[in-house]
Nanobody, 120 residues
Framework: QVRLVESGGGLVQAGGSLRLSCAAS????????WGWYRQAPGKQRDLVAS????????NYADSVNGRVIISKDDETSTVFLQMNNLKRGDTAVYYC?????????????WGQGTHVTVTS
């Protein structure tokens, strides 16, 4: 089992930056891929960025490409999402997810979410 705890959300003006963190604990070695999703009020949860273990290959949604960077620190089992030039449309709850393969099969563990509010 993998437990995720997000932090770093908050209130920021448009054009500003935030760095979200996602700290993992538990069966870390079973994680294959990390991701950040976001969900705005009344909308579905959408992928923002993901990164795979091993080759550290990142993937970004078109809406944020060029403004966000996903990275990870394997020593602390922490994944980061650096968000720059934030826009009001980035306002959402941001969730971290860890996907992998355990003894019971494939899994996806989600964090509790961290709120990001971008003001004009």
């Amino acid at each position: 089992q993998v437990r995720l705890v997000e932090s770093g959300g908050g209130l920021v003006q448009a054009g500003g930056s935030l760095r979200l963190s996602c700290a993992a604990s538990g069966i870390i070695y079973s994680i294959n891929k990390w991701g950040w999703y976001r969900q705005a009020p009344g909308k579905q949860r959408d992928l923002v960025a993901s990164i795979t273990n091993g080759d550290n290959r990142p993937n970004y949604a078109d809406s944020v490409n060029g403004r966000v960077i996903i990275s990870k620190d394997d020593e602390t089992s922490t994944v980061f999402l650096q968000m720059n030039n934030l826009k009001r449309g980035d306002t959402a709850v941001y969730y971290c997810v860890a996907r992998g393969d355990g003894d019971s099969g494939s899994f996806a563990s989600w964090g509790q979410g961290t709120h990001v509010t971008v003001t004009s």
